[in-house]
Structures are given as structure tokens and as C-alpha cells.
């Protein structure tokens, strides 16, 4: 399958010895760009999918978030769990437990799981980090975390979502505006360029509706519809 090359190479890269991680990455070609649009009230967005096991997704969290906050700009997260890793569909339900919790919960759960990647290599290690995480915001981690199937459905309908739109890797994000005309989204393929983008958003778009920022949540989670 296609989608799992460039993090195949990220793996590759790494057990050579290199120190860092490619950030550019193939182009999508998007197939359906219903998803690719800010949420209700806001003028630009970032919209990622992510893997949580994905090296070079851990990378890019730190950059997103900054440039979310700096921005005060809405940062939308999609799942896009890889088949070829162990626990990262594991992981991406353990984050949607958290966000029955608080969405700012869950989000705290998906950064720090991407600080501690490297730690984690089975699923043992992700039960025991959940179970960390919980206790240390006075939760009790429940030992069947969806009994019912309700959030494992949630990530699945995410993945779905990034099919129809075309992704082929991980992490793909774009920098998504409210614009009525011209192409109202733009994929970060180059991650250096991440700022010089959402400026150049913000510029296109300050005359459109909308607020500038989601200013009330710096970093929100958005399941498909």
C-alpha cells in the first residue's frame, strides 16, 4: 500500500544512523477536499492526520502546536493509524477515552505519547503509559477502555476519511482557510515553510468572515462526519 512508504523510509533512515528525519514529503494528490476547511468560525486552520506511532509525526507535534499557539489558530487532528505499526491504533482509541474526558485532555495524552515515542514499543508499554498518564490527572484507566466498539468506530471513520481525500503517508497536513474563491487550502509538504503559509493565509483571507483565530482552543480534535 502506498500510504505506508514514506514511514517505511523514515524507519529506514533512522536505523542508519542518521539524527533527523526527512520533512519533506510527497505532494497529495487529493481526491476529495470536503475535510480540508477550517471549523465553523475560523478563518484558517491547521488540519493534520496523524500516526502516533510515526516517527516523523512526533517530529512535527512540537511545530504544530507552537505554530497553533503562536497563531491562535484552531489545530485540527485526525487519526490515520498505519496497519504496519504494533500500537498505534491502541493509542489513537486510548486518546479518544481521554477526550470523553476533556478534548484538551486528549490532546495532552497525543502530545505527550509523541515526547515519549521512543519508549513505547508494545502495546504493555502504551497500557502502562495510559495508566501513568490517568493517574497522574486523578484517573482511574479503565481495563477495557471501549467496550462497546463506539471510539475504536471514531478512529476507523478517520482513516476512512484521509482514504477518500487521498493521503499516502504520515504525518500530511495543511494550512485550510474560509476562502469563497482560489484554492482554499495548501499542503505542507515542506515543514520549514509551515509560518511563511499560514501568513500568507491569514493575509488571503482578511476580508473573509470568521475570526481570526480559535483563540478559545489553541489545539482541537475533529472527528469525521
Known sequence: MKHIVL???IFAFAASGASAYPQ????TEVHDATALKPPAGARVAIVEF?????PDCARANPLLKEASEK???????HDFPLPMHVWSFDAAVDA???DTKSKKLGDEFRDAVFANQASIQTQADLRAFAEKFAQQHNLGFPFVVDPQGKLAAEVKAD???GQRI???HTPTIWVVTNKKSGVPFVEVVDRTRLYQIIDQALAETANEKGNTSGATHHSRHATSE
Do not use: S
Request: glycine residues 4%.
Open 7 to 9: 514511514c517505511f523510509a
Open 71 to 77: 497563531y491562535h489558530i484552531p489545530w485540527v487532528r
Open 96 to 98: 479518544r477515552w481521554f
Open 24 to 27: 519533506v514529503a510527497p505532494p
Open 166 to 168: 487521498g493521503i499516502e
Open 159 to 161: 482513516y476512512a476519511l
Open 50 to 54: 496523524e500516526d502516533m506511532e510515526c
